[in-house]
């Protein structure tokens, strides 16, 4: 069930207008957004006409902020379509924004179209596979399958995916006897696909550190893992071609979608698999069509209404002013007209220090100011015969920061160590000690050829280590002031250096073992109940906690 405040906006007449938007119309022109107006409208739109809408914002960024204040709304599906962030040809995807891209796309193809799809205009321009070509980029597996394994590899291997000998980063699979390893792009966690025969015998999730099993899966999806085919297939549309007829397109900051639109076409050496500006428009105008501006007389309608929005005021620096200045906009005591007042606190700890803050500098608004646990990019007033004012808890206390969505890291191993070297940096062999990198070369043993790292030890004497060892080989750090001294290879000064740091840190290893007997004999300290001083100080952390970070806190 939704809060009140936004079944208040959802029920707005102005809302309501701006549902009976006809199909393939001049566009409708809203005039006046401020802050983050335009997300609510969107999702008020969607769950008042029942639906569905396509934002189309500007930036990469502004979509994850749509995404972010549309999940104020209750029962409200959201999807954000992004943008391969490079040019026709380029290869060097992000593989996670690929899957991201094809799993809203099948999502699509099914007709299960999100209540609210969020696209930056750079993602409309760029084709998708068409209903032929995406069968073949996306693979469901399930325990119990009939599927042989050479069906399996064959697939992984036309979709873009690297043999290797262990899956390090996504997009590798490993193969050992009827076991595959598998690291697909998005948020598929990294499969073990065990086979008995031409069955699917089980699904495993894989626990990266260790590379053993972890929890069993009843199934799995595949994602293809090829930039190449999605941007030179000539089996491609548009997106805009997989949306619902009575879709309502909103149009968020008409000139600025427009000059980004336009200097990203204007860029382009190769425009195979993208879409003119002009004929993305020309689509979507097709649609029941509006287009949000903030400054009146911007858009291309006929047809023109002011939002009744109004910017949030700037509050005061000093926490206990700046809710003063909230309690007396709640209550009307400032001379002008009562507001309504939400404010959305991203952790309950936030929230519970703000109804300390009311109590204490502005108990008259106690009960007047509503708080929520959510997250508001910018806040606004909407304007009716109760002003209804947004406050995003990090504008009210000016504690400005920047959430965006993690996309998760590959778990590279060695062959990262040398991705950095320059051609007279320092390195470490583990056997031989510290020498310079001479560069790496092609050279043919047994009538096969293969890549070395070449480093050059004390006396100019060169050693040449295959590629395959690469682990033996990192980047140099260390204290050392100016250019450390190379050591001399089949010497026995670096083993001797070795078996010293050995020594050096048995030595240390006995005295922490002493320093922990020490404490474990002391008497423990039992410490009082957090003091409102620390439940403000731990509300004021302006970021996320991470998963291991929460852990920490809660020993």
């Avoid at 380029?90 to 696209?119: C, F, H, K, Y």
């Avoid at 008409?254 to 639109?261: G, N, R, T, W």
């Avoid at 109760?386 to 060695?414: D, I, K, Q």
């Avoid at 033996?472 to 050392?480: D, H, P, S, T």
Wanted: net charge negative; proline share 4%.
């Amino acid at each position: 069930m939704h809060s009140d405040w936004l079944q208040k906006l959802i029920h707005d007449p102005c809302v309501t207008e701006l549902t009976q938007v006809p199909k393939g119309q001049d566009a409708l022109v809203a005039e006046g957004v401020w802050g983050s107006s335009t997300h609510l409208l969107s999702g008020a739109i969607a769950l008042r006409s029942q639906r569905p809408v396509l934002l189309v914002v500007a930036h990469l960024d502004d979509a994850d902020e749509a995404v972010e204040d549309l999940a104020l709304f209750d029962g409200l599906t959201t999807a954000s379509l992004p943008a391969l962030e490079v040019m026709p040809g380029e290869t060097n995807v992000s593989l996670d924004l690929l899957a991201e891209r094809l799993s809203v796309v099948t999502q699509m193809r099914t007709g299960d179209q999100p209540s609210v799809v969020i696209a930056p205009i750079q993602a409309l321009m760029q084709a998708v596979p068409s209903e032929q070509a995406i069968a073949g980029m996306v693979l469901e597996l399930s325990r119990g399958q009939q599927l042989s394994q050479d069906h399996l590899l064959n697939w992984l291997e036309s979709a873009g995916y690297e043999r290797s000998e262990a899956i390090d980063q996504v997009g590798d699979f490993a193969v050992r006897g009827g076991i595959v390893d598998i690291f697909p792009p998005g948020d598929m966690v990294p499969v073990r696909v065990d086979f008995f025969g031409d069955e699917i015998d089980t699904i495993a999730e894989i626990d990266l550190d260790s590379m053993g099993s972890d929890r069993q899966l009843p199934n799995a999806r595949l994602i293809g893992a090829s930039a190449e085919r999605i941007q030179s297939d000539d089996r491609t549309c548009s997106f805009l071609s997989l949306l619902s007829p009575d879709t309502t397109v909103i149009v968020h900051e008409l000139l600025e979608v427009s000059e980004q639109a336009r200097g990203y076409y204007e860029r382009l050496t190769d425009a195979r698999g993208i879409y003119s500006y002009q004929s993305v428009l020309a689509t979507v105008r097709e649609f029941s069509y509006i287009e949000m501006n903030q400054f009146a007389g911007v858009g291309t309608g006929v047809q023109r209404i002011s939002l009744p929005v109004e910017r949030l005021v700037n509050f005061d620096d000093a926490a206990d002013k700046a809710i003063a200045e909230l309690g007396a906009l709640a209550t009307g005591t400032d001379g002008e007209k009562a507001h309504r007042v939400v404010v959305l606190c991203a952790k309950t700890g936030e929230q519970q220090r703000l109804e300390q803050l009311i109590a204490e500098h502005a108990p008259a608004a106690v009960g007047r100011i509503e708080s929520q646990v959510g997250y508001l990019y910018r806040g606004f007033v909407w304007h009716d015969d109760e002003p209804l004012m947004f406050v995003p808890h990090h504008e009210l206390f000016h504690r400005y920061h920047t959430r965006r969505r993690l996309r998760r890291v590959s778990a590279t191993r060695g062959t990262e160590t040398f991705f950095d070297l320059d051609v007279g940096d320092y390195v470490v062999h583990a056997d031989h000690g510290i020498a310079r990198f001479k560069g790496l070369r092609t050279m043919k043993r047994d009538q096969a050829s293969e890549e070395y790292l070449t480093l050059e030890f004390d006396g100019r004497a060169l050693l040449h280590v295959p590629a395959s060892q690469i682990e033996l080989v990192q980047k140099y750090i260390g204290g050392f002031a100016g250019r450390p001294p190379l050591s001399k290879l089949g010497g026995k000064r670096w083993n001797k250096q070795k078996e010293q740091v050995k020594e050096a840190v048995r030595d240390l290893a006995k005295e922490l073992l002493q320093v922990q007997a020490a404490r474990a004999s002391l008497r423990g300290i039992r410490y009082p109940e957090d003091t409102p001083w620390m439940n403000q100080f731990e509300a004021e952390f302006p970021y996320q906690e991470t998963e291991d970070q929460l852990a920490a806190i809660v020993e």
